[in-house]
């Protein structure tokens, strides 16, 4: 069976298969390529990438006369490495509304997204070497974790099992920090079991980054010889809200007296010369200025090795608060999926393509607008988020926003919120991130953004798919399935009991 080069349509062919008779609408929200320099901020020089933002939203209808209800959304983003010819696959945040019937879709939804880009015959971008990254601080459960390298498993085994992989290379790895390896192996045993059942897709526990068989996305740099070690920063990208990022940027501002905050810039000053020989000192004397600064900046990043990187890592904040941290990264090298699109910008926008702005609102409006606390206050969040992408297609009027509180309003108007019950567990404390070390591209992109209308809406955009398969086998308490077998009756026991002896009354 040939296979759709449409995400929207891939998504929903990799629902079919789930147990149950119910309606799946998705939602699926790509933004055009543009440029940034922020994935290896400390790398010396800094790659060339192009990011590229998604959003997933799934909902169901349970019978045709029911409402619509959201039940999983995933936001992930693709960075573009052409330098060497590799890209970084980074899933940042799957939610459920805990609204779905069972089983959840969110797991053959998070397996179908990776496998498309994983597949070098699917993969919509020129790029022989890919990178998936997954790390977060994972809810209060080790669950979670087993989760995640499970679906990762499955994706892995899909994509060895397709077509020739002769010349395919596959590795997968996992850091759980503060855990060896037999403990995490048998804390996530369910999921290891699972991983072995294709010989290329074992997981290796350990960090990617010394190994030989995958280049990695950043340029490998020029080897200094005062440095014992090679800059951290051109093997561990950033990521926004991720643990590894908030370590990188300290290590970088650590040096011989200690931590020291990023360098502010000092205003620019106008000053009327009198000769151009007091130009070229002053440009020169910048220019050394900012070498230092660039110098001071990378800290401790060129001391500090990958191995050493991590067993800090398990000491981090992130990292004890009472709840298992899990770090999965998967790399696929495929040096003949550069087919067709190696001879077309890495800035073209594709058909179906959005503007980012437009998933800022869409995000914006999911994360701080609506409720999915009940069902029926997830039913009227699916219908104004639903109605309001398919407004933004069409030019309409824009997602509400929730109201905010100016510097005008009264203190007696300022009043505590009530605690939300439908957030019952504390989020675990976190390291706040430092301000970036690196300077934005503001140079013009030659493609104008991409402009949505209802067209792009009903080929790309929103689908929908019907479902009607066996419904799961019931359970018992213990969590196997229960089967029609007949079985032999019991013997029947009979209970001897014990007779009291009555007290004589005297």
Known sequence: MALSTNLRDYLLNGLRDIPGTREFHIHVLVSSPRKFQGLFPFAQPRPRSYLQDILVLLSEQTTPDSSRVLTTAIEACVYNIPTTSSAIFYVSKVDTTGQSSSPSPAAALVRSLLTYYADPTTRPISADHLWIHFGKHPLSDVKLCAWWKRVLSDMANTVCARGDTTDTVLRLYYVLPGYSQLEAEQSLARAAAAASANPKSLWIYGHPYSQKDIPLPCPAPTPDPQRKQQNLGHFIPTFDDDPKSRFMDEIGCIDTEGIRSPPKKRPRITVQHSNAADVTQEAAAEKDQAGGKEERILGELGKVSADEFWERMSFRQECVAGAVTGFFVVGISCPSSSRSLSGTSPLAP??????????????????????????????????????????????????????????????????????????????????????????????????????????????????????????????????????????????????????KKKKRVE
């Open 350 to 499: 594709s058909p179906g393509q959005v503007s980012c702005q437009l998933i800022k609102r869409v995000l914006s409006s999911l994360m701080t607008g609506l409720e999915f606390s009940t069902v029926e206050r997830s039913i009227k969040a699916t219908e104004t988020l639903e109605g309001a992408i398919r407004g933004l297609c069409e030019g309409l009027a824009p997602i509400p926003t929730p109201p905010r509180t100016t510097a005008n309003t009264r203190d007696s108007d300022r009043r505590t919120p009530e605690p939300d019950g439908s957030r019952t567990l504390l989020a675990a404390p976190s390291t706040p991130r430092r301000g970036k070390a690196y300077i934005p591209d503001v140079s013009p992109n030659p493609f104008p953004e991409p402009v949505t209308s209802l067209e792009t809406y009903h080929s790309h955009i929103y689908g929908s798919k019907c479902v009607s398969n066996p419904p799961l086998p019931p359970k018992t308490e213990a969590g196997t399935e229960k089967t029609s077998v007949p079985t032999e009756p019991a013997p029947h026991v009979t209970v001897l009991t014990v007779r």
